[in-house]
């Protein structure tokens, strides 16, 4: 199965920044919807970003202003930039790309850790 590498979270004080990226290890074909989903300890999983071959994004009211979201077609590559970092911002991120035939693969997930 594919692999999704994500990178860049790591621990900031709030009000700093963060950018976020993921690939895949082999190209995929026809990639229609790449996101980011963020998950605490013992809570669902919810949804932050998302962004559609076309460029169109939706976002998430609590990090509206805040992230944003872009892609790389060319590298499969999907970003998340996130500035003015919050302590309730803190999680693990999970990337997700979905192509065509129900194709839907996910990120091992990173921590982003945000201190007061």
């Known amino acids: 199965q594919v692999q999704l590498v994500e990178s860049g979270g790591g621990s900031v004080q709030a009000g700093g920044s963060l950018r976020l990226s993921c690939t895949p290890s082999?190209?995929?074909?026809?990639?229609?919807?790449m996101g980011w989903y963020r998950q605490d300890p013992g809570k669902q999983r919810e949804l932050v970003a998302i962004?559609?071959?076309?460029?169109?994004?939706n976002y998430a009211d609590s990090v509206k202003g805040r992230f944003t979201i872009s892609r790389d077609n060319a590298k499969n590559t999907v970003f998340l930039q996130m500035n003015s970092l919050k302590p309730e911002d803190t999680a693990v991120y999970y990337c997700?790309?979905?192509?065509?035939?129900?194709?839907?693969?996910w990120g091992q997930g990173t921590q982003v850790t945000v201190s007061s």
């Open positions: 997700n790309i979905r192509a065509g035939l129900g194709f839907s693969s």
């Open positions: 082999v190209s995929i074909r026809s990639i229609n919807v």
């Open positions: 962004i559609s071959s076309g460029g169109s994004t």
